[in-house]
């Protein structure tokens, strides 16, 4: 089981920066892939950007450039930081994690969510 609680989102107007915590309940050594997506009304949700199991990060093209995707192991966390924002990053921005366990069933966990509105 991985618990995660998600933090810091907001309003904050186009051009503007904000940065979203991801705190999980046990150390993200043990998580083979760990990152954000995020759902805006009507829409699906879609990833924003992980850490695979490699350990490299893989970005949606629409955040390329504009976000980063970090994480401190000590505090077994993962951050978003936001840059250049845009009316259309207004969404819920979700964590997950994907944890590969001994038998190699995939188990997915999410974070609540948090509420990032952009505001033109």
């Known amino acids: 089981q991985v618990q995660l609680v998600e933090s810091g989102g907001g309003l904050v107007q186009a051009g503007g920066s904000l940065r979203l915590s991801c705190a999980a309940s046990r150390t993200i050594f043990t998580i083979n892939v760990m990152g954000w997506y995020r759902q805006a009304p009507g829409r699906q949700r879609e990833l924003v950007a992980v850490?695979?199991?490699?350990?490299?990060?893989n970005y949606a093209d629409f955040v390329k450039g504009r976000f980063t995707i970090s994480r401190d192991n000590a505090k077994n966390t993962v951050y978003l930081q936001m840059n250049s924002l845009k009316p259309e990053d207004t969404a819920v921005y979700y964590c997950?994690?994907?944890?590969?366990?001994?038998?190699?069933?995939?188990?997915?966990?999410w974070g609540q969510g948090t509420q990032v509105t952009v505001s033109s």
């Open positions: 997950n994690a994907v944890v590969v366990d001994v038998s190699g069933s995939m188990n997915d966990y």
């Open positions: 850490f695979t199991s490699g350990g490299n990060t």
